[in-house]
């Protein structure tokens, strides 16, 4: 097996399309990720002030969660066609709740008594979200966003399904030749991408968080 | 400088948080409002800033009335300074100093330069502390940040909420000192709230005693001390604190219970009851109690057979026990006495003054001021 492995990696044209592949692969995760900052962050400090309906909000966010991946991929196919677009709003949707619930999360938990102090000071409320809020949550946001990337860089592997590209080709291939190398080929790379960018976003987290609120 | 007409708060219908409240703080003054949970002092001190809102009557700062003032700016000329003292735990120690500066827009300079100022003044050092994290530093030193933060931009008045219930005995009693020092010395106008009576008694100028949203006394501690308007504020004050005004004590607090022989006891027979009780001086009464006399050792000569009624003097000054402490103290100091016995108008001897007596009673009202201040 880990012949056959080797054999698609060593194999140079193998080498070209896996890279491309990798490529698009980062490309769509980012870009659902990214998406899915812009909408959830702002949505779950929206919420923080809207707290009545906090809970159902994220419970349809939550719902959106359970729904079958692959499901919701050929959900998207009749909405957006097939090609980067479905795969793109389906990974956006899967993104969404981990950010919005560490966003959240990340906020109502800073401390009421430094609100109130920030509130006496003369803070408006926008200052107090930008200057005391929000840094003080980073690091719980960006422990969701680290969440969020994880996922997606694994579940947009099933992107391949809707013609959206990525290493889930080389798998599906791997599936069709029935050949467990090339399917290892494809998932080798997937894996490794997850890992790195968990060490990546790990590695932020730290660095924007002021010594004194590391645990 | 501060000004209440008038002013209620009612929280949706029901019994008012603060009702009909009228008071004036002068500025350069230290004011206390005091009171049990739920009496309105921490409603009264943060309608100040408008961190709540007064359903009627007027708040006046300056002349101005506060609801004129956009809530931000007025927030941003007072300083406030809670219990949780409320640090922003991501900035350094002078990033939180200065953000009042800050947001009023200081130059980087000049804010620096009032951070360095600051810090001494309650006893941090700048080059040691400026760019520690408030986790970095113990519960008083915290506080005392959140006190120099509060002070940074100059503001007209400072608003203290329990500022220092939440620190260990031995930081609250050295920021208490050094609050009243800085007060003092800064001429700051200050609203503190606080349900230590104590505390109030060391830190206030004068002292609002609160109760179901009114006032009941206003006064200095001396005075609140001595002539407590009614039962409520006497009992909050503390009974044995009001019995420790010498001026409110009597002979009868302090006095103690004589050793007493009757005229027919023998000399060498007096001698051993002095050895034996341990006192100088035996007094001398009848089967009565009325006082006859005294005996002291240097008048017994043991060579003389006799009674301690040969020898004994007449006791020429005596008290009574209803005289108040600090007027028999000062006979016994004048006269130059070591005993002053205490007898009825009938002339039957209840007690004995002591100069021993006098030590301790001296020394209870020194150590209750001591704590007063």
């Known amino acids: ?215 | 400088m501060i000004r209440f007409e008038n002013v209620s708060k009612v929280y949706n219908g029901n019994t008012p948080a603060v009702e009909n409240l009228n008071l004036e703080i002068e500025r350069g003054e230290f004011v206390c409002l005091i009171g049990p949970s739920g009496c309105g002092k921490t409603t009264t001190m943060k309608m100040i800033n408008r961190l709540i809102e007064p359903t009627s009557g007027t708040i006046k700062i300056n002349g101005k009335d506060i609801m004129q003032i956009d809530a931000v700016d007025l927030r941003r000329g007072i300083g406030y300074v809670i219990q949780q003292i409320g640090l922003f735990p991501h900035m350094t120690v002078a990033e939180n100093v200065a953000l009042v500066p800050k947001l009023l827009g200081w130059n980087p300079e000049r804010r620096r330069k009032r951070v360095g100022e600051l810090l001494p003044l309650v006893g941090l050092d700048p080059a040691e502390f400026r760019d520690r994290y408030p986790r970095e530093l113990s519960g008083g030193q915290q506080q005392r940040v959140g006190i120099i933060r509060a002070m940074a931009a100059k503001p007209d008045v400072i608003l203290m909420d329990e500022p220092f219930s939440a620190l260990d005995p031995i930081s609250r009693e050295s920021l208490q000192d050094e609050m009243k020092r800085l007060q003092r010395k800064l001429k700051l106008t200050i609203v503190f709230v606080t349900h230590d009576i104590d505390e109030a008694l060391k830190l206030g100028d004068r002292i609002a005693m609160m109760r179901a949203g009114q006032i009941v006394q206003l006064a200095s501690p001396e005075e609140l001390l001595r002539n407590p308007t009614n039962e409520f504020v006497a009992q909050f004050i503390g009974r044995d604190r009001l019995l420790t005004d010498p001026d409110v004590l009597t002979v009868a607090d302090v006095m103690i219970k004589p050793v007493t022989v009757d005229p027919g006891h023998g000399l060498a027979e007096a001698i051993v009851t002095m050895k034996k009780r341990r006192v100088n001086s035996l007094l001398v009464t009848d089967e009565n109690d009325k006082l006859l006399g005294i005996v002291i050792p240097k008048q017994i000569d043991l060579t003389r057979r006799g009674t301690v009624a040969d020898v004994m003097r007449t006791v020429t000054v005596t008290t009574a026990p209803d005289v108040h402490l600090r007027e028999a103290f000062q006979r016994m100091f004048l006269d130059h006495l070591d005993l002053l016995p205490v007898v009825t108008a009938e002339g039957t001897l209840v007690g004995l003054l002591t100069s021993t007596a006098m030590v301790d009673a001296l020394s209870d009202v020194i150590w209750a001021e001591g704590d007063a201040q």
């Open chain 1, 1 to 215: 097996m880990i012949r056959q492995v080797l054999a698609v990696f060593l194999d140079p044209r193998m080498q070209r399309t896996l890279l491309l592949q990798a490529a698009e692969h980062i490309s769509l995760s980012l870009s659902a990720v990214v998406l899915a900052v812009l909408v959830a962050v702002p949505l779950g400090v929206w919420l923080t002030r809207r707290e009545q309906l906090a809970e159902p909000v994220m419970a349809t966010f939550g719902l959106l969660q359970t729904i079958p991946s692959v499901a919701l991929l050929a959900f998207m196919i009749p909405l957006l066609g097939i090609g980067r677009e479905p795969a793109l709003a389906a990974l956006f949707l899967y993104a969404l709740m981990p950010i919005l619930r560490s966003t959240y999360t990340g906020i109502k938990q800073v401390d009421d008594a430094i609100l109130e102090a920030g509130r006496g000071m003369g803070m408006t409320s926008r200052q107090l979200l930008f200057l005391v809020e929000m840094p003080i949550a980073l690091r719980v946001i960006l422990s969701g966003i680290r969440v969020s990337t994880v996922l997606i860089i694994g579940w947009a592997t099933l992107a391949a399904f809707v013609g959206g590209g990525g290493l889930g080709n080389t798998i599906m291939s791997g599936f069709a030749m029935v050949s467990p190398g090339q399917i290892l080929a494809g998932g080798i790379p997937v894996t490794l991408l997850a890992l790195l960018a968990d060490y990546l976003l790990g590695r932020l987290e730290r660095v924007v968080t002021p010594r004194s609120l590391r645990a």
